[in-house]
């Protein structure tokens, strides 16, 4: 078995001991990602919405460079910061997600740097 680390320019580089994502057999895991424009390492502002819109990006960016896409996830897990952002964090998870793959939603006590939202991927090659 060989893992493969993912890593892309187009998305947040990895912060700590961990990989933008990995593959594996044909499956690739992605970290954890948060609203962070990779341009400048700064969390993106503004309402859930447009945080969630940050992070479907940078998962697009690290599932393309891993041969992958949205289309191709199997699972996701997203933390809110605020369960009451539910409604709205789904509508944009929609536009990202329209093979609706398995999901678990939780929320959580505080998410890093403050962020609203992070979704991690398990999407197939």
């Known amino acids: 078995m060989t893992l493969k680390k993912i890593h892309t320019e187009k998305a947040p580089a990895a912060v700590g001991p961990y990989s933008q994502a990995i593959e594996v057999n044909g499956m690739v895991f992605t970290s954890g990602q948060i609203p962070l424009d990779p341009a400048t390492g700064e969390l ?22 891993a041969g992958t896409s949205m289309e191709k996830a199997v699972k996701t897990l997203c933390f809110l910061d605020d369960m009451a952002d539910f409604a709205a964090f789904n509508e944009v998870y929609a536009q990202y997600f329209t093979e609706k793959p398995a999901r678990s939603c939780f929320a959580v006590k505080a998410l890093p740097k403050g962020a609203l939202c992070e979704v991690e991927v398990i999407a197939v090659k």
């Open 44 to 65: 993106v502002e503004g309402d859930v919405q447009a945080q969630a819109h940050q992070v479907f990006k940078n998962l697009t960016a690290v599932l393309e460079e």
